[in-house]
């Protein structure tokens, strides 16, 4: 016989909710503290003790609750949130109203709040779903919610915990995505003893690009700030703004990619792979760029009631924002020409001290007398020849290819005025490879087989937008099965697919007929491409997989006939190489987001020889 039908217990259904808000002590503090930003605070505390494990505190300075509010707060599905209930007009942060009962069902819950213009504060408390009454409390403006002792009512939670370090840092990593939107607002966090995590002052909002980027690069890094290209792009009713690192800033990993909608951090699969398709010209596959980028559009357009953490988003028309975003990007990309990151040159200073002494020694006093401990530096072998080598006055200028007995490192004169173009004057060719130029303010160290694949690989990439795709004809046309719905869906974009080369049409009920392919692609599988393509339709409204199959033999072509490394160019060719990458968009990466060229100062230069 089976088992009654019952309502469980509220305390239980409390416990269940918790594990879907809350997995972790980090889930905990982005729940406060995005109730903390509702409530329009100015300066928001998070201390945390145990990564969080043992207490939470987050302390505001936002409007406060009264004792009614503070009963209410603590109960399910109550907030304050949507004053019409409708779920497709959420302006806020939070609005599930489960956050507090489901944190206060699993851990010990102490809020103690003074409601903006109020005499005086109350408290009240929650014990493992045991609701306490509001207790008057001394407390300024605002709100102050202790969490201690997470999941002590849910033991068997406890198990799946990290160590202490790891929480802490998943809730600062919280902390910091919330910051990055909210500029407005001082974060501060604190750690055992006090320690700061985390300490950002409020921004004046005069200028929201320039504040947000410099909220930014407190959270990011200098580097970011200083590789950051600024986006900005509006498409029906949809705003995105942000900044992009070039392609050269890039790590082994998504995790700096910080991706925000109507003010909500997010990690969404859309918006990730919106990223990754701008990017997928510059960037090998295992290369990450960093970005922080804002989508801002009417809430009737996005449901953000789609994931009880809602790290989620569903978009209306996802085809839409996916478009904006890789349009935006691209766009941003190929307005900072040949611009590589500036961390390419500091690895490059790094990389070179590492592999020789410091060349300047302390000095003991006004005599200028050097310390007895003082060691003869130590160079690489052979740097005082290639030095020499370098410098040396080229016999031709321009005269065709260098003499077969010249030196390898023999250097050429240049073109007056070429120093003052931004990739300088090519002053030697190094083991056949690399190209030595010289700029006004320091020099240029160029990859010839990188640089010159990027060249080849743009003007390909241009003959195709010009001229369209060139297809084959199958000698027999490939039928290929598929569900209704994916063959309606490749039916109704037949146009776009043929303007890439791809010419089907339908053939029956749940079926294509492939008469036509992309010459770029060979022999390649047929029945698998249209596959990929009939799934990216379904979840993008849109064929990525095919544009970047053409894209990477376009890249493969490009390698293959780009000048190689060990071949001799003489002072034109190397000259007329530095001009093209001036020219060309995206001449600062190549294929695979390496490096095409390094720049060093003359600053940096001096520092390396201990002259600053």
Same mark, same amino acid.
């Given at each position: 016989?089976?088992?009654?039908?019952?309502?469980?217990?509220?305390?239980?259904?409390?416990?269940?909710?918790?594990?879907?808000?809350?997995?972790?002590?980090?889930?905990?503090?982005?729940?406060?503290?995005?109730?903390?930003?509702?409530?329009?605070?100015?300066?928001?505390?998070?201390?945390?003790?145990?990564?969080?494990?043992?207490?939470?505190?987050?302390?505001?300075?936002?409007?406060?609750?009264?004792?009614?509010?503070?009963?209410?707060?603590?109960?399910?599905?109550?907030?304050?949130?949507?004053?019409? /209930? &409708?779920?497709? #007009?959420?302006?806020? !942060? %939070?609005?599930?109203?489960? +956050?507090? @009962?489901?944190?206060?069902?699993?851990? $010990?819950?102490?809020?103690?709040?003074?409601?903006?213009?109020?005499?005086?504060?109350?408290?009240?408390?929650?014990?493992?779903?045991?609701?306490?009454?509001?207790?008057?409390?001394?407390?300024?403006?605002?709100?102050?919610?202790?969490?201690?002792?997470?999941?002590?009512?849910?033991?068997?939670?406890?198990?799946?915990?990290?160590?202490?370090?790891?929480?802490?840092?998943?809730?600062?990593?919280?902390?910091?995505?919330?910051?990055?939107?909210?500029?407005?607002?001082?974060?501060?966090?604190?750690? /055992? &003893?006090?320690? #700061?995590?985390?300490? !950002? %002052?409020?921004?004046?909002? +005069?200028? @929201?690009?320039?504040?947000?980027?410099? $909220?930014?690069?407190?959270?990011?890094?200098?580097?970011?700030?200083?590789?950051?290209?600024?986006?900005?792009?509006?498409?029906?009713?949809?705003?995105?703004?942000?900044?992009?690192?070039?392609?050269?800033?890039?790590?082994?990993?998504?995790?700096?990619?910080?991706?925000?909608?109507?003010?909500?951090?997010?990690?969404?699969?859309?918006?990730?792979?919106?990223?990754?398709?701008?990017?997928?010209?510059?960037?090998?596959?295992?290369?990450?760029?960093?970005?922080?980028?804002?989508?801002?559009?009417?809430?009737?357009?996005?449901?953000?009631?789609?994931?009880?953490?809602?790290?989620?988003?569903?978009?209306?028309?996802?085809?839409?924002? $996916?478009?904006?975003?890789?349009?935006?990007?691209?766009?941003?990309?190929?307005?900072?020409?040949?611009?590589?990151?500036?961390?390419?040159?500091?690895?490059?200073?790094?990389?070179?001290?590492?592999?020789?002494?410091?060349?300047?020694?302390?000095?003991?006093?006004?005599?200028?007398?050097?310390?007895?401990?003082?060691?003869?530096?130590?160079?690489?072998?052979?740097?005082?020849?290639?030095?020499?080598?370098?410098?040396?006055?080229?016999?031709?200028?321009?005269?065709?290819?260098?003499?077969?007995?010249?030196?390898?490192?023999?250097?050429?004169?240049?073109?007056?005025?070429?120093?003052?173009?931004?990739?300088?004057?090519?002053?030697?060719?190094?083991?056949?490879?690399?190209?030595?130029?010289?700029?006004?303010?320091?020099?240029?160290?160029?990859?010839?087989?990188?640089?010159?694949?990027?060249?080849?690989?743009?003007?390909?990439?241009?003959?195709?937008?010009?001229?369209?795709?060139?297809?084959?004809?199958?000698?027999?046309?490939?039928?290929?099965?598929?569900?209704?719905?994916?063959?309606?869906?490749?039916?109704?974009?037949?146009?776009?697919?043929?303007?890439?080369?791809?010419?089907?049409?339908?053939?029956?009920?749940?079926?294509?007929?492939?008469?036509?392919?992309?010459?770029?692609?060979?022999?390649?599988?047929?029945?698998?491409?249209?596959?990929?393509?009939?799934?990216?339709?379904?979840?993008?409204?849109?064929?990525?997989?095919?544009?970047?199959?053409?894209?990477?033999?376009?890249?493969?072509?490009?390698?293959?006939?780009?000048?190689?490394?060990?071949?001799?160019?003489?002072?034109?060719?190397?000259?007329?190489?530095?001009?093209?990458?001036?020219?060309?968009?995206?001449?600062?990466?190549?294929?695979?987001?390496?490096?095409?060229?390094?720049?060093?100062?003359?600053?940096?230069?001096?520092?390396?020889?201990?002259?600053?």
């Amino acid at each position: 016989m089976s088992n009654p039908i019952r309502q469980l217990p509220t305390v239980l259904v409390n416990r269940i909710a918790a594990g879907e808000v809350v997995e972790r002590p980090a889930s905990a503090v982005k729940e406060l503290v995005e109730n903390a930003i509702d409530a329009g605070a100015g300066h928001i505390e998070i201390g945390l003790r145990e990564g969080g494990q043992s207490l939470i505190v987050v302390t505001d300075d936002g409007i406060g609750m009264d004792p009614d509010g503070l009963v209410l707060a603590v109960d399910r599905h109550c907030t304050s949130k949507l004053p019409d /209930d &409708d779920l497709m #007009a959420i302006a806020t !942060l %939070g609005f599930r109203g489960e +956050a507090l @009962p489901s944190i206060g069902a699993v851990a $010990r819950l102490t809020l103690t709040s003074r409601a903006r213009g109020a005499a005086e504060a109350w408290s009240l408390t929650v014990d493992g779903g045991d609701k306490g009454r509001p207790m008057p409390a001394a407390f300024g403006q605002g709100t102050r919610v202790e969490v201690r002792d997470l999941f002590y009512a849910t033991p068997a939670r406890l198990k799946f915990m990290k160590t202490p370090r790891t929480e802490r840092d998943q809730a600062v990593d919280v902390v910091k995505r919330l910051a990055m939107a909210h500029p407005e607002i001082a974060f501060t966090v604190l750690a /055992d &003893d006090d320690r #700061a995590m985390l300490r !950002l %002052g409020a921004a004046p909002l +005069a200028d @929201p690009v320039e504040e947000r980027l410099s $909220r930014l690069s407190a959270v990011l890094g200098r580097d970011f700030a200083d590789n950051a290209l600024a986006v900005e792009a509006l498409r029906e009713g949809i705003r995105l703004t942000g900044f992009a690192g070039l392609p050269t800033l890039n790590r082994a990993t998504s995790r700096e990619q910080y991706l925000f909608v109507n003010g909500r951090p997010v990690r969404d699969k859309l918006l990730t792979g919106a990223v990754r398709g701008a990017y997928q010209d510059f960037l090998a596959g295992d290369r990450h760029p960093m970005v922080a980028l804002f989508v801002d559009l009417p809430s009737s357009e996005v449901d953000v009631n789609v994931h009880p953490a809602k790290a989620e988003v569903r978009f209306r028309d996802p085809a839409l924002v $996916r478009g904006l975003i890789v349009g935006a990007l691209k766009h941003t990309l190929n307005a900072a020409g040949h611009r590589a990151s500036t961390t390419v040159a500091n690895a490059t200073i790094d990389a070179l001290r590492s592999g020789m002494a410091p060349a300047m020694p302390a000095h003991t006093g006004w005599n200028g007398s050097y310390v007895s401990s003082f060691r003869a530096p130590s160079y690489p072998q052979g740097l005082g020849e290639a030095v020499v080598a370098a410098y040396a006055p080229a016999p031709n200028l321009f005269g065709g290819d260098l003499p077969a007995t010249a030196p390898p490192g023999a250097a050429a004169e240049a073109a007056p005025g070429f120093e003052h173009f931004p990739l300088g004057a090519a002053r030697a060719q190094l083991h056949d490879t690399y190209i030595v130029a010289q700029t006004a303010q320091g020099i240029v160290i160029v990859d010839q087989h990188a640089a010159h694949e990027r060249l080849v690989y743009e003007r390909m990439k241009e003959a195709l937008a010009a001229t369209g795709v060139k297809r084959q004809a199958l000698l027999l046309p490939e039928v290929v099965e598929l569900d209704e719905a994916s063959a309606d869906r490749l039916g109704t974009r037949a146009g776009e697919l043929a303007e890439l080369g791809l010419v089907l049409e339908p053939f029956g009920a749940g079926a294509v007929v492939v008469r036509e392919v992309p010459a770029l692609l060979g022999d390649c599988d047929v029945k698998g491409l249209v596959r990929d393509l009939a799934e990216e339709l379904a979840e993008f409204g849109a064929a990525l997989s095919l544009k970047e199959r053409l894209e990477a033999v376009c890249g493969t072509l490009a390698c293959h006939g780009s000048v190689r490394a060990g071949r001799r160019l003489n002072p034109t060719e190397m000259n007329a190489l530095l001009r093209q990458m001036e020219a060309t968009p995206h001449s600062g990466q190549c294929n695979h987001g390496r490096p095409t060229y390094v720049e060093l100062k003359l600053g940096d230069i001096e520092r390396l020889f201990g002259r600053r």
